[in-house]
């Protein structure tokens, strides 16, 4: 049972350039989230989902798209990198649809540096 | 707006001395409550959590936390801490979506 898998572990873009930080989970959860943790700020909500096909903004979501086009997966998009988005990125999911009561489980994080 | 504001960025404690670290909340509806902890290099791992019942839960390592509603409040406990729970700590709420404080960094001495 892999739980959170999340891909890559570590990246360095160029601005302007794209990329897609990719997650995954095979516990069959609904609500799955991305987050991004910078010093001092904790983890800041980017983008979460509710289910395959719906998805919502989170604190930060300026720069990021998601998609949900099935359960286990939920690829983060970087459209345009640029250095304010260096930061270290966590998916997370958790089992249920309407409200993430239960606990919540994390991906190793991906380390993004944009120079 | 759903929101949650921890107390103090940085402790620094002796090895056996008492913690307890605060955590405040803001959301109208019902919510369930989250203490997790992130060890140097690592992703977070669940400490406690409330849903509902007892307001004071215990959780791994020795940890607890104080549910108190009119208080808005979740704040983390533990008797005597040791050196190896150094790491960050984050209180979390969901209302309808599952929301972080900025974190606690905790240094224990030896």
Redesign the interface.
């Known amino acids: 049972n892999a739980g959170v898998t999340q891909t890559p572990k570590f990246q360095v873009l160029k601005t302007g350039q794209s990329m897609t930080l990719q997650c995954a989970q095979d516990m069959n959860h609904e609500?799955m989230?991305w987050?991004r943790q910078d010093p001092?700020?904790?983890?800041?909500?980017i983008h979460?989902s509710v289910g395959a096909g719906i998805t919502?903004q989170?604190?930060v979501p300026n720069g990021y798209n998601v998609s949900r086009s099935t359960t286990e997966d939920f690829p983060l998009r970087l459209l345009s990198a640029a250095p304010s988005q260096t930061s270290v990125y966590?998916c997370?999911s958790?089992l249920s649809r309407s409200?993430?009561?239960t606990?919540?489980f994390?991906?190793?994080?991906t380390r993004l540096t944009v120079v | 707006a759903q929101s949650v504001s921890?107390h103090n960025?940085h402790v620094i404690l002796s090895e056996a001395a008492s913690l307890e670290l605060g955590c405040n909340y803001s959301y109208g509806g019902t919510v369930?409550l989250?203490w997790y902890v992130q060890y140097p290099g690592q992703?977070?791992?669940?400490l406690l959590?409330y849903?509902s019942g007892d307001p004071l839960v215990k959780g791994i390592k020795g940890f607890e936390a104080e549910f108190i509603k009119s208080k808005f409040s979740f704040n983390l406990r533990k008797p005597s801490v040791q050196w190896s729970d150094t790491a960050e700590y984050?209180c979390?709420v969901?209302?309808?979506?599952?929301?972080?404080?900025?974190?606690t960094i905790l240094r224990v001495k030896s």
């Open positions: 609500y989230s987050y001092g700020m904790g983890l800041r909500l979460y919502d989170g604190e966590f997370a958790s409200r993430p009561n606990e919540a994390f991906g190793q994080g | 921890q960025h369930n989250f992703h977070l791992q669940l959590k849903f984050f979390a969901t209302g309808d979506k599952l929301v972080f404080g900025a974190g």
